[in-house]
């Protein structure tokens, strides 16, 4: 069932409110946190810029004191062309600004009455100045709280005597500048937060909401409608891949129950016709027989009848042992050539008695795989049986042995009747028969082949078939190679084991 109608919205309020929330929170408090971390940071720069602005005028108005004030006998005077009114200008202000000029003694000889409510210098500094002679930066609150940024300095008079020049100028309308930019810039980010948050929260839903299809899907999956498809995005993207996961998972899910439903049907179908047959006999012995060995026959039949139902019974429960897991495979080095050669030689006889021929070809003798033998065994005997089977008298068998790389090859050839193409890709189903039942007597319950597929995998190895129809068929099985450092085994394979697993089990899942 394609899912093209997304689902309510309070389906995904119930799901995904959680994550959806966290996502869009983390959002905001990831962007909060970076806007916060980018307001101090613009504070810091913008400090800097005005501090170094703040210097580069202050000494350029030292320079410019520094030029127009002439000391002669410790005596400072401003010299300037008195009718030139730019200059008047610039001597106004630059008097009425803060500035201070002492004597190498330490003796104040002029000061502005703006520095004087910074606190004149005592006059150790000053002759602590005038010794280090070099430009001296620092910062001083007046009388009312406002800080000056000062620049302070060494000048000399015609007789080269040296005077300790200040020149100061106040931060706060600089402050002021920085300080509206904090609050503006910070009254901001609550502002930017909640549209972030909106905006977080929208795309968090979009994110989400192939989540949300998930969910709604898995909710929709029941045992009568297990294929369920989300469409996909067309995004290359994580989300996208869970998609993919869960519409694969699904099939399979379908399929096995598929698999499971069609198993009962056959169960259920091969345990009818034998119960049905020995209903018939016991019916036929206690309503129509009347001489001894008419009961005889009939209780006989029945036997016959309980024997293979016993073998049905056998059969499937050796198999649902091996497909859950619980037949624990006896792993051990084997001589693959001495279980070809035992089990050919049972066969030899049926072969001959049907006028098969049956030969047996081994290239490579000493090659050893890791297996169990009992399921090898199992293996061989079902395809032996199977091509001798199939095979009509005057035909021919040939199992043959050899090692290709690094795995061991098997194959049974017969000259058979052979199966039809169509039927080739399902002969290792549960319970496929090529032929229906009463067409060919010998058939079986069709569980052989699958049970060899389970063996040939739970050994990591693969089975091929190839088969041409009234010509023959033949089955190939690949198994690895046992390591070069496994133990020479025993004629029985059985029985040495490496210590590193010696004693240990191996369960195989197919
Ligand atoms: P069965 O017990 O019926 O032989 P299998 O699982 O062993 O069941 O085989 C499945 C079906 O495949 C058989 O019913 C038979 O029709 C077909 N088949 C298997 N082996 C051969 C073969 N060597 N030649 C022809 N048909 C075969």
């Known amino acids: 069932m394609p899912l ?11 799901y995904v409110m959680g994550l959806r929330f966290r996502l869009a929170l983390s959002y905001v408090l990831f962007f909060g946190l970076l806007l916060i971390i980018v307001g101090f940071a613009m504070r810091g720069l913008l400090s800097s810029i005005i501090d170094r602005e703040i210097r580069g005028v202050l000494e350029e108005e030292w320079v410019a004191v520094k030029g127009y004030m002439r000391i002669e006998n410790r005596r400072p005077s401003w010299t300037f062309e008195r009718y030139d009114p730019e200059e008047r200008e610039i001597i106004d202000r630059l008097r009425n ?15 502005s009455s703006t520095y004087k409510a910074l606190g004149p210098d005592k006059p150790a500094e000053i002759r602590e100045a005038i010794k280090g002679n070099r430009p001296n930066w620092m910062v001083r609150i007046d009388d009312y709280g406002y800080p000056y940024t000062l620049r302070a300095g060494v000048v000399y008079d015609q007789q080269h005597r040296p005077y300790y020049l200040v020149v100061g100028k106040p931060v706060a309308e600089y402050q002021n500048t920085i300080d509206i930019f904090t609050r503006n810039y910070f009254a901001l980010i609550p502002v930017a937060l909640v549209v972030s948050g909106l905006l977080g929260w929208l795309l968090a839903r979009r994110a989400l909401q192939p989540l949300n299809d998930v969910a709604a899907a898995a ?10 498809e989300i ?8 989300l996208e891949r869970l998609i993919e996961s869960f519409n694969a998972m699904s099939a399979r899910l379908a399929s096995s129950f598929e698999q499971m439903r069609q198993f009962s049907t056959d169960v259920s ?30 209780m006989f039949n029945a036997l016959q009848d309980v024997e293979q139902l016993s073998n049905i019974v056998r059969a499937l429960l050796l198999l649902s042992q091996a497909e859950s897991g619980q037949l624990v495979l006896q792993m051990a080095p084997l001589r693959i050539a001495a279980v070809v050669e035992d089990i050919s030689e049972q066969f030899q006889l049926s072969a001959e008695e049907q006028k098969i021929t049956l030969t047996i070809r081994i290239d490579d003798a000493e090659a050893m795989v890791r297996a169990d ?18 095979t009509q008298p005057g035909g021919s068998v040939e199992v043959h ?58 050994h990591h190895g693969r089975i091929a078939v190839e088969s041409e129809l009234g010509k023959g ?22 029985h040495i084991v490496p210590p590193s697993v010696s004693g240990s089990h191996q369960v195989y899942r197919q």
């Open 4 to 14: 093209q109608q997304q689902y309510p919205d309070t389906f995904s309020f119930h």
């Open 97 to 111: 600004g803060a500035f201070m000029v002492a004597a190498e003694d330490g003796t104040i000889l002029d000061m």
């Open 219 to 228: 909710k929709h999956m029941t045992g009568s409608n297990l294929k369920v």
């Open 231 to 238: 469409p996909l995005r067309g995004a290359n993207d994580e």
């Open 269 to 298: 179908h091969e345990l009818r016709t034998p119960l049905t047959a020995i209903r018939g006999q016991l019916e036929v012995a206690l309503f129509t027989a009347q001489t001894t060995d008419q009961y005889r026959d009939a």
């Open 373 to 390: 033998r009992t399921q090898i065994v199992r293996l061989l005997t079902n395809l032996l049986s199977n091509a001798v089977k199939y």
């Open 401 to 458: 042995q050899r090692t290709e790389g690094s795995e061991v090859v098997l194959s049974v050839r017969d000259t058979g009747m052979g199966i039809p193409a169509e039927n080739l890709p399902h002969v290792f189903d549960r319970f496929y028969r090529v032929r229906p039942a009463h067409t060919h007597p010998a058939q079986g319950l069709g569980l052989g082949l699958s049970f060899v597929d389970w063996i040939v995998k739970a």
């Open 473 to 494: 068929t033949t089955f190939t099985v690949h198994l690895p190679v046992a390591e070069a450092n496994s133990s020479r085994p025993s004629e029985t394979g059985q």
